[in-house]
């Protein structure tokens, strides 16, 4: 009884308050203005616990000047005022504890907006998308707000705020993202960016921090990473059903000297904690499970239209290594990275970054992705890929599989052929390709392994590297393959292709065998190259005449260039058989000896 009795005559203060400054207002001739620093001396209200609808502060005009901050008093409460005027460089913060619990800034007059507007939820309150608050109510307003920071990062990261402006007022209302959540991260500064980014109200531009991220929860990184915005623009996009143009935002995100955590039981890195310059044994987590790379730099782009999404990036990284995987070994240098992919109402589509973003002077053709260092070019063509590639590994399961050497796997692109079949030859064939390409390598499948040992620790196993006596099974040295499976396209309708699958492979070593044995049993051959050129699924059996498909062109051979590495060269499948397949070594030995027991002599 004594707490509403309380209640009733503090809000009868604060009307009759009113009422008294609204008959001042109209006889004093200029308006008084409020400062922060008098706010926060003058408030008894600021540590109560009452209902919102009983604390309401009159502040008379209100200037909010750079570097001050209104709000910012850890008090959820109505602050009324004649006049409200925030500057550049001057902060909103409006603290959210429920639902039907807000600040509230409620002028009468003009509200002049600028600088920052800060949303701080409290006691952990996450609230749902559709939920509205209506924070700022005026006579007229002026301006816009230019900052918002805290309307990103909270709950799982599918949810953000927005600012809609209604007659008379602005609200926050919570919206959910129209897909899966690009990045989670801790970084305050990436959340803000992507707040703005994903908000109707504000127009973000780009920020470079130091800071972590995660991606889909699988991936941890950690370095310097660049949000830019890029101008929408209209883009030509490759789909199913042709080539179209579609006027796309473009939301661009690069990193530089990244290092990257991808796998379970994450992050594997614990920080620099000795600070000198190197993640050492004793900084890592020995409870994570996966990949982790130094040295990383990409850039990638996303961008949406009305009827699709589109995504391409490129990334470099200088190694890579299994850690935390017992019996598996990986190490690897000089790694690449490309994808171009999309979705559109008419299929799936790829960007091409050549046309739609041409070459300007100095500036080369493709999309430019600024970074803390030099900028990240995507300067794909029309068609999806999704590509990797290794200057140099060497990759060890337990001690029975050794292989080193450098290696590329390419999904696409799509290809115009001619296939030749039993009643004769059909061209412009489109057919969707995937490659598999590898050089120099050494592989051991055995015992006692591997065959060679890496002694100068270049990842290389070569006729330098010393031979381990003790290994037992089967090598190959100097290995060479390129190899490619292809299948028609969507759109292709020739039934001579309709259910083919095309494969080609091209390979050669220096030497095959056994290894470890001695004397007593030999089996190995040198200088062989294998080619086949088949394919499966069809009646009458066409293949592919890589010759015709892929003619010469001033220095680069005819044939099917087969991705083999970061830096190495191509290997070019240019047969033009009917299923053919060949065989062929320089020289070859088998041999198995027994040696029988000697005969006892008698001295009978």
């Known amino acids: 009884m004594v707490l509403s009795s309380w209640i009733n005559e503090l809000r009868s203060r ?26 926060a001396r003058r408030s008894d209200l600021s540590r109560h616990t009452e209902p919102l609808e009983e604390r309401c502060l009159l502040t008379g005009d209100v200037l909010v000047g750079a570097n001050q901050v209104f709000g910012d008093d850890n008090l959820i409460a109505i602050h009324a005022a004649d006049n409200y005027e925030q500057q550049a460089g001057g902060a909103l913060e409006i603290e959210i504890g429920s639902a039907t619990s807000f600040d509230q800034v409620q002028v009468s007059g003009l509200a002049t907006l600028n600088g920052t507007l800060r949303i701080d939820l409290q006691n952990g309150y996450e609230p749902d998308v559709g939920t509205t608050f209506d924070f700022l109510t005026f006579g007229s307003h002026t301006g816009s707000f230019a900052v918002g920071e805290h309307f990103y990062g909270f709950g799982d990261g599918t949810r953000y705020f927005d600012v809609v402006e209604q007659a008379g007022k602005l609200q926050l209302v919570v919206k959910a993202l129209p897909a899966a959540p690009l990045v989670l991260t801790d970084t305050e500064a990436i959340n803000n960016f992507l707040g703005e980014y994903y908000s109707d109200y504000f127009t973000a531009s780009s920020v470079t921090i130091h800071g972590e991220l995660a991606l889909s929860g699988f991936v941890q990184a950690s370095g310097d990473f660049t949000f830019s915005v890029s101008t929408p623009q209209t883009v030509s996009v490759s789909t199913d059903l ?67 999404y589109y995504y391409a990036a490129k990334a470099t990284a200088d190694t890579a290594e299994f850690v935390g995987v017992d019996q598996l070994t990986l190490a690897a240098h000089g790694i690449e990275f490309d994808l ?19 070459a300007n002077g100095s500036q080369p053709a493709g999309l430019s992705i600024p970074t803390s260092g030099a900028p990240v070019v995507i300067d794909f063509d029309g068609n999806t890929q999704i590509g990797v590639s290794v200057d140099q590994a060497i990759l060890q399961v337990s001690e029975f599989l050794h292989v080193s050497g450098s290696f590329a796997f390419v999904k696409g692109p799509e290809v115009s052929a001619t296939v030749d079949y039993e009643l004769g030859t059909v061209e412009d064939i489109a057919l969707e390709s995937m490659t598999i390409g590898a050089t120099h390598v050494q592989a051991f499948v055995g015992i006692g392994g591997p065959y060679r040992t890496d002694a100068n620790h270049d990842l290389v196993w070569d006729s330098s590297d010393p031979i381990n006596e003790d290994a037992k099974g089967f090598a190959i040295d100097d290995l060479n393959f390129g190899m490619t499976i292809m299948t028609r ?65 001033g220095s680069t051979p005819a044939g099917m ?15 033009a058989d009917l299923h053919r397949l060949r065989r062929s070594t320089s020289t070859s030995t088998a041999k198995s000896e027994s040696r029988s027991a000697p005969t006892r002599r008698s001295c009978r």
Not at 14 to 39: A, D, K, N
Not at 293 to 298: Q, S
Not at 340 to 358: I, M, Q, R
Not at 531 to 546: D, R
């Open 14 to 39: 604060i009307t009759e308050t009113g009422r008294r400054l609204s008959r001042r207002r109209s006889t004093r001739p200029s308006p008084r203005l409020v400062e922060l620093s008098q706010l």
């Open 242 to 308: 042709g080539t179209i143009n579609r006027q796309v935002a473009i939301l661009n995100v690069a990193g530089n000297d990244i290092t990257l955590f991808a796998g379970y039981g994450g992050p594997y890195w614990n920080g620099d904690a000795n600070n000198n310059g190197m993640i050492d044994p004793s900084e890592t987590n020995p409870d994570a499970r996966g990949v982790s790379v130094t040295g990383g730099r990409f850039g990638l782009t996303l961008m949406i239209s009305p009827t699709g």
């Open 340 to 358: 171009n992919d999309g979705h559109d109402l008419l299929g799936e589509a790829a960007v091409d970054f050549v046309t739609s973003f041409p």
């Open 489 to 553: 396209a969507p759109l292709e309708l020739n039934p001579v292709v309709s259910n083919a699958t095309f494969i080609a492979v091209k390979a050669d070593a220096s030497q095959i065998g056994l290894v470890g044995f001695g004397d007593d049993i030999k089996l190995e051959a040198h200088n062989v190259a294998l080619e086949i050129n088949t394919s499966s699924g069809n009646v009458g059996g066409p293949i592919v005449n890589f010759a015709e498909s892929f003619p010469a062109n």
């Open 561 to 575: 260039p087969i991705r083999t590495g970061t830096s190495t060269p191509p290997i070019y499948i240019d047969s």
